[in-house]
């Protein structure tokens, strides 16, 4: 077994106060995230004790130029660094450098917001039909361990992550002939069941079978990784960029864009966007949209819906019949007649005072309903 490779500890004299603060922020984060912040220390106090080896404190640290400057390098790399990851790492360096600014050992404002770019727009990137059915055609021609688990993300709309952490009893009874397959603690710290169908269901069965064969002992989970998570993630890259060479696809198709296209299937099938975010593992709609797809011809086939049975149209109250009955109960059926009235002339006024008056008093009148309703029950 090969020995694991640890980085040497960082040795600055501001690594024991960014510690702290990265200890204070982080205490109620994932692990991968704790390693993204540890990573942004060590990126920012290795160049400052390259290019600023005077600077031992917190106190000294000046927006200009250690910040500045420390953005520049950030800009000036080649190959150039990825928007978001620039802003990641600054957006990071800022939380710390609040951390310390609230036990009183740096001011607040080295970072800037106007200093933090802008998240960039992506698309959605779903796979287009044939390419969708020339991938779906030969994983079912391949029938191996690569091709089951790239169809299962095709038709559930998992993550690779979650797929790697699924448990060999994945797949859960929710109900007579309902099935669904739980996906566990994933990106967002969320777990969510995502329906299958009579075809998920057999390629769960299929990569069972695939791990009933695997060397390495049974762990619980429904696919084996002998390298880690890391290395079994590259290799499922790997396999769909092979794949995509030999039908002449384009080599730049990743996962990730299956859960594009379930997506925007989902939504083309008439599922509802709410249920659509809830299927994804989303928390926000915001989310959701940079893996739906909207084209003209789903605006076009919305807006026909629309207007065959625009929702705009609220049914009007049912008119009470002329005849009322004796007594308190006759008194009840007059009183929801006026009301009957009242709501009528209410609804065809303009949003104003006098709407609102008339609803108030519409209001009024369902108490005095409620009210005489109980002296009719003996």
Known sequence: MKPVLRRPPLR????????????????????????????????????LGAAYPEVRSPGQLRRDPHILGWMSCLRSQTPPLATVSCLNLLIRLRCIFEELA??????????????????????????????????????????????????LLRHTGL??????????????STGPDQWAVHVPLGKLNTERMVPADSFVRELVQRLRFFRSLDPLPAD????????????????????????????????????????????????????????????LGHTSPEMTMLYVEVTLADLQRELALARANPRHLIPQPKARGASLRAGIAGVTDAVLSAQHVLEMFRRALPDGASRRCLGRLSNRLTKIIAEARKLATP
């Open 12 to 47: 600055h004299p501001l690594a024991p106060a960014f510690g702290r603060a990265v200890d204070s922020l982080t205490v109620a984060l994932s692990p991968g995230t704790i390693r993204q912040y540890r990573g942004t220390v060590r990126k920012f106090l290795t160049w």
């Open 102 to 151: 609230w036990t009183g050992q740096r001011p607040e404002l080295l970072i800037r917001r106007e200093d933090v770019p802008r998240r960039p727009h992506r698309l959605p990137r779903p796979l287009t039909a044939e390419q969708d059915r020339l991938l779906q055609q030969e994983f079912l021609r391949r029938n191996d361990l690569g091709g089951n688990l790239l169809l």
């Open 159 to 172: 993550r690779i992550g979650e797929c790697a952490d699924l448990s060999c009893d994945c797949l859960r």
């Open 220 to 279: 619980g989970r429904l696919l084996a990784r002998p390298s880690g998570k890391d290395a079994f993630v590259h290799q499922l890259r790997d396999y769909l960029h092979r794949v995509c060479h030999s039908l002449g696809l384009s080599t730049r198709i990743v996962p990730h864009q299956f859960r594009h296209t379930y997506a925007t299937e989902m939504l083309r099938s008439g599922v509802d966007f709410a249920a659509v975010m809830k299927l």
